[in-house]
Protein backbone atom coordinates (compact mmCIF):
# COMPACT_ATOMS: atom_id res chain seq x y z
CA UNK A 1 0.00 0.00 0.00
CA UNK A 2 2.77 2.47 0.75
CA UNK A 3 4.86 1.57 -2.07
CA UNK A 4 1.83 2.11 -4.08
CA UNK A 5 1.12 5.76 -2.21
CA UNK A 6 4.93 6.88 -2.64
CA UNK A 7 5.33 5.85 -6.68
CA UNK A 8 2.12 8.39 -6.85
CA UNK A 9 3.88 10.94 -5.13
CA UNK A 10 7.02 10.34 -6.94
CA UNK A 11 5.78 11.01 -10.33
CA UNK A 12 3.90 14.29 -8.84
CA UNK A 13 7.33 15.33 -8.52
CA UNK A 14 9.77 17.12 -10.68
CA UNK A 15 13.15 18.73 -8.87
CA UNK A 16 12.32 19.89 -5.84
CA UNK A 17 13.66 22.13 -3.60
CA UNK A 18 15.39 20.37 -0.22
CA UNK A 19 16.31 21.38 3.12
CA UNK A 20 20.58 21.86 3.63
CA UNK A 21 21.35 22.14 7.60
CA UNK A 22 25.06 23.14 8.22
CA UNK A 23 25.76 21.68 11.76
CA UNK A 24 28.55 23.74 13.13
CA UNK A 25 29.06 21.34 16.26
CA UNK A 26 31.64 23.45 18.63
CA UNK A 27 33.04 25.83 15.72
CA UNK A 28 34.01 28.79 14.68
CA UNK A 29 36.50 29.61 17.68
CA UNK A 30 35.18 33.35 17.14
CA UNK A 31 32.51 35.57 16.37
CA UNK A 32 34.52 36.91 13.43
CA UNK A 33 34.88 34.16 11.82
CA UNK A 34 30.97 32.67 12.35
CA UNK A 35 29.43 35.79 11.13
CA UNK A 36 32.05 35.75 7.81
CA UNK A 37 31.01 32.45 7.73
CA UNK A 38 27.14 33.18 7.84
CA UNK A 39 27.50 36.04 5.31
CA UNK A 40 29.10 33.52 2.68
CA UNK A 41 26.04 31.07 3.16
CA UNK A 42 23.17 34.10 3.13
CA UNK A 43 24.74 35.08 0.16
CA UNK A 44 25.13 31.99 -1.89
CA UNK A 45 22.37 31.14 -4.37
CA UNK A 46 20.51 28.53 -3.83
CA UNK A 47 17.13 26.72 -4.64
CA UNK A 48 16.94 24.99 -1.50
CA UNK A 49 15.95 25.67 2.47
CA UNK A 50 19.29 26.78 4.28
CA UNK A 51 19.54 26.39 7.99
CA UNK A 52 22.46 26.95 10.57
CA UNK A 53 22.83 25.17 13.41
CA UNK A 54 26.20 27.51 15.01
CA UNK A 55 26.69 27.03 18.83
CA UNK A 56 24.40 28.93 21.18
CA UNK A 57 27.06 31.94 22.28
CA UNK A 58 26.73 33.46 18.47
CA UNK A 59 23.50 32.83 17.79
CA UNK A 60 21.99 35.61 18.70
CA UNK A 61 24.13 37.80 16.70
CA UNK A 62 24.29 35.85 13.75
CA UNK A 63 20.51 36.23 13.45
CA UNK A 64 20.17 40.49 13.74
CA UNK A 65 22.61 40.42 10.93
CA UNK A 66 21.27 37.70 8.38
CA UNK A 67 17.69 39.09 8.73
CA UNK A 68 15.39 36.16 8.02
CA UNK A 69 17.98 35.02 4.74
CA UNK A 70 18.46 31.94 6.91
CA UNK A 71 16.58 30.28 9.37
CA UNK A 72 18.58 29.27 12.44
CA UNK A 73 18.39 26.62 15.26
CA UNK A 74 20.30 25.64 18.25
CA UNK A 75 22.40 22.09 18.08
CA UNK A 76 20.78 20.91 21.68
CA UNK A 77 17.99 21.94 24.70
CA UNK A 78 17.44 20.75 27.70
CA UNK A 79 14.57 18.70 28.80
CA UNK A 80 13.19 20.62 31.44
CA UNK A 81 11.11 23.86 30.96
CA UNK A 82 13.05 26.12 33.15
CA UNK A 83 14.99 26.00 36.93
CA UNK A 84 17.90 25.34 39.04
CA UNK A 85 20.09 23.40 36.20
CA UNK A 86 23.52 25.12 35.79
CA UNK A 87 25.01 25.42 32.26
CA UNK A 88 21.63 23.79 30.87
CA UNK A 89 19.85 25.97 28.12
CA UNK A 90 16.07 25.65 27.63
CA UNK A 91 14.13 25.23 25.10
CA UNK A 92 12.04 28.63 25.30
CA UNK A 93 15.34 30.81 25.90
CA UNK A 94 15.79 29.24 22.59
CA UNK A 95 12.83 30.42 20.58
CA UNK A 96 12.96 33.80 22.49
CA UNK A 97 16.37 34.13 20.80
CA UNK A 98 14.66 34.03 17.48
CA UNK A 99 15.64 30.41 16.38
CA UNK A 100 13.17 28.38 14.77
CA UNK A 101 14.72 24.72 15.33
CA UNK A 102 16.48 22.58 17.70
CA UNK A 103 18.75 19.52 16.93
CA UNK A 104 17.91 16.09 19.02
CA UNK A 105 19.51 12.99 19.52
CA UNK A 106 22.77 13.72 17.48
CA UNK A 107 25.21 10.66 17.51
CA UNK A 108 27.99 12.73 19.43
CA UNK A 109 25.06 13.68 22.03
CA UNK A 110 24.34 9.64 22.57
CA UNK A 111 28.73 8.77 22.49
CA UNK A 112 29.66 11.79 24.85
CA UNK A 113 26.85 12.40 27.18
CA UNK A 114 25.04 8.76 27.08
CA UNK A 115 21.67 10.33 25.74
CA UNK A 116 19.23 7.85 24.75
CA UNK A 117 15.78 8.12 22.84
CA UNK A 118 13.55 8.22 26.05
CA UNK A 119 15.99 11.45 27.11
CA UNK A 120 15.37 12.53 23.21
CA UNK A 121 11.95 12.08 23.76
CA UNK A 122 11.89 14.35 26.76
CA UNK A 123 13.50 16.91 24.84
CA UNK A 124 11.40 16.55 22.02
CA UNK A 125 8.46 16.97 23.87
CA UNK A 126 9.63 20.43 25.90
CA UNK A 127 10.70 21.79 22.37
CA UNK A 128 7.54 21.35 20.51
CA UNK A 129 5.72 23.06 23.67
CA UNK A 130 8.34 25.91 23.42
CA UNK A 131 6.96 26.43 19.90
CA UNK A 132 10.41 25.44 18.54
CA UNK A 133 10.14 22.89 15.57
CA UNK A 134 12.65 19.67 15.64
CA UNK A 135 15.65 17.70 14.10
CA UNK A 136 15.65 14.81 15.19
CA UNK A 137 18.78 12.40 14.43
CA UNK A 138 17.93 8.69 13.82
CA UNK A 139 20.93 6.27 12.86
CA UNK A 140 22.07 2.75 13.47
CA UNK A 141 25.50 2.29 15.42
CA UNK A 142 27.62 -0.21 13.84
CA UNK A 143 28.09 -0.56 9.65
CA UNK A 144 26.94 -3.48 8.18
CA UNK A 145 24.81 -4.44 11.43
CA UNK A 146 22.25 -7.07 10.92
CA UNK A 147 20.18 -5.31 13.31
CA UNK A 148 19.97 -1.97 11.97
CA UNK A 149 16.14 -1.62 10.95
CA UNK A 150 15.43 -2.94 14.44
CA UNK A 151 17.51 -0.43 15.95
CA UNK A 152 16.39 2.34 13.47
CA UNK A 153 12.58 1.21 14.11
CA UNK A 154 13.12 1.24 18.65
CA UNK A 155 15.08 4.37 18.03
CA UNK A 156 11.38 6.04 15.72
CA UNK A 157 9.02 4.41 18.54
CA UNK A 158 10.80 5.82 21.74
CA UNK A 159 11.29 9.19 19.74
CA UNK A 160 7.78 9.81 18.59
CA UNK A 161 6.54 8.32 21.92
CA UNK A 162 3.19 10.15 22.52
CA UNK A 163 3.85 12.70 20.03
CA UNK A 164 0.43 13.78 18.32
CA UNK A 165 -0.06 13.90 14.63
CA UNK A 166 0.44 17.38 14.06
CA UNK A 167 3.71 17.47 15.76
CA UNK A 168 4.47 15.27 13.17
CA UNK A 169 5.18 17.96 10.40
CA UNK A 170 7.13 19.57 12.72
CA UNK A 171 9.80 17.28 13.15
CA UNK A 172 12.86 16.87 10.48
CA UNK A 173 13.92 13.56 10.34
CA UNK A 174 18.09 13.22 9.60
CA UNK A 175 19.40 9.79 8.90
CA UNK A 176 22.81 9.82 10.11
CA UNK A 177 24.34 6.51 10.33
CA UNK A 178 26.92 6.97 13.94
CA UNK A 179 29.62 5.20 11.78
CA UNK A 180 29.15 7.55 8.65
CA UNK A 181 29.81 10.90 11.11
CA UNK A 182 33.27 12.10 9.76
CA UNK A 183 36.34 13.00 11.56
CA UNK A 184 35.66 17.15 11.14
CA UNK A 185 37.60 17.45 7.97
CA UNK A 186 35.38 16.46 4.85
CA UNK A 187 38.45 15.65 2.98
CA UNK A 188 39.58 12.72 5.77
CA UNK A 189 40.34 9.62 3.22
CA UNK A 190 39.10 7.31 6.59
CA UNK A 191 35.35 9.41 6.33
CA UNK A 192 32.98 6.90 5.55
CA UNK A 193 29.64 8.21 4.18
CA UNK A 194 26.84 5.65 3.46
CA UNK A 195 25.66 5.08 -0.53
CA UNK A 196 23.29 7.38 -1.47
CA UNK A 197 20.98 3.83 -2.53
CA UNK A 198 21.30 2.65 1.14
CA UNK A 199 20.60 6.19 2.70
CA UNK A 200 17.73 6.23 0.68
CA UNK A 201 16.59 2.84 1.48
CA UNK A 202 16.50 3.59 4.68
CA UNK A 203 14.66 7.01 4.00
CA UNK A 204 11.75 4.96 3.12
CA UNK A 205 12.16 2.70 5.58
CA UNK A 206 11.94 5.53 7.83
CA UNK A 207 8.72 7.19 6.58
CA UNK A 208 7.02 3.97 6.59
CA UNK A 209 6.85 3.35 9.88
CA UNK A 210 5.53 6.84 10.16
CA UNK A 211 3.16 6.25 7.98
CA UNK A 212 2.57 3.09 9.89
CA UNK A 213 1.88 4.81 13.49
CA UNK A 214 0.40 8.23 11.90
CA UNK A 215 -1.12 6.85 8.72
CA UNK A 216 -1.43 8.06 5.03
CA UNK A 217 -2.02 11.21 5.36
CA UNK A 218 1.40 12.20 6.62
CA UNK A 219 3.25 10.77 3.94
CA UNK A 220 4.04 14.42 2.23
CA UNK A 221 4.85 15.93 6.04
CA UNK A 222 7.95 13.69 6.30
CA UNK A 223 11.06 15.37 5.28
CA UNK A 224 14.37 12.78 5.97
CA UNK A 225 17.42 14.10 5.15
CA UNK A 226 20.98 12.08 5.01
CA UNK A 227 23.65 13.14 7.50
CA UNK A 228 27.32 11.23 7.17
CA UNK A 229 30.70 12.63 5.51
CA UNK A 230 29.03 14.73 2.78
CA UNK A 231 31.79 17.07 0.66
CA UNK A 232 31.09 18.92 -2.15
CA UNK A 233 31.98 15.71 -4.04
CA UNK A 234 29.22 13.18 -2.51
CA UNK A 235 26.61 15.99 -1.73
CA UNK A 236 24.78 15.81 -5.29
CA UNK A 237 24.14 12.06 -5.61
CA UNK A 238 22.47 11.77 -2.44
CA UNK A 239 20.44 14.73 -3.65
CA UNK A 240 19.42 13.22 -6.57
CA UNK A 241 17.32 10.56 -4.63
CA UNK A 242 13.73 11.01 -4.57
CA UNK A 243 13.33 10.14 -1.27
CA UNK A 244 16.38 11.73 0.53
CA UNK A 245 14.89 15.66 1.26
CA UNK A 246 17.86 17.27 2.04
CA UNK A 247 21.35 17.07 4.16
CA UNK A 248 22.61 17.49 7.32
CA UNK A 249 26.56 18.72 7.01
CA UNK A 250 29.40 19.30 9.67
CA UNK A 251 32.64 19.43 8.86
CA UNK A 252 31.44 20.95 5.20
CA UNK A 253 29.31 23.54 6.31
CA UNK A 254 32.57 24.89 7.67
CA UNK A 255 34.82 25.13 4.23
CA UNK A 256 32.91 28.04 2.56
CA UNK A 257 34.19 26.82 -0.71
CA UNK A 258 32.52 23.63 -0.07
CA UNK A 259 29.37 24.92 1.63
CA UNK A 260 28.70 27.20 -1.33
CA UNK A 261 29.44 24.41 -3.93
CA UNK A 262 26.34 21.73 -2.09
CA UNK A 263 24.26 24.60 -2.13
CA UNK A 264 24.67 25.07 -5.68
CA UNK A 265 24.01 21.54 -6.91
CA UNK A 266 21.07 19.92 -8.03
P1 LIG B 1 29.84 15.29 9.16
O1 LIG B 1 28.82 15.55 10.35
O2 LIG B 1 29.22 15.88 7.92
O3 LIG B 1 31.11 16.00 9.58
O4 LIG B 1 30.00 13.82 9.05
C1 LIG B 1 27.46 15.38 10.17
C2 LIG B 1 26.78 15.54 11.49
O5 LIG B 1 27.36 15.15 12.50
O6 LIG B 1 25.68 16.08 11.58
Not at 182 to 206: K, L, V
Not at 228 to 255: Q, V
Request: aromatic share 8%; proline share 4%; net charge positive.
Amino acid sequence: MFNSLFRKNKKQKTKKSKIIIANWKMNPQSLLEAKLLVKTIAMTKSRHKKIILPPFIWLRELIKITRKKIIFGAQNCFWEEKGPYTGEISATMIKNSGCHYVLLGHSERKKYFNEDYDIVNMKMKVALKSGLKIILCIGEKEKNSEISHQEIKEQIEKAFNKITKENVKKIIIAYEPSWAISSGNPNDPENTPDTPQNAATNAIFIKKLLVKKYGNSILNDIKVLYGGSLNSKNAEEFLKEETIDGLLIGGASLIPEEITKILSYY
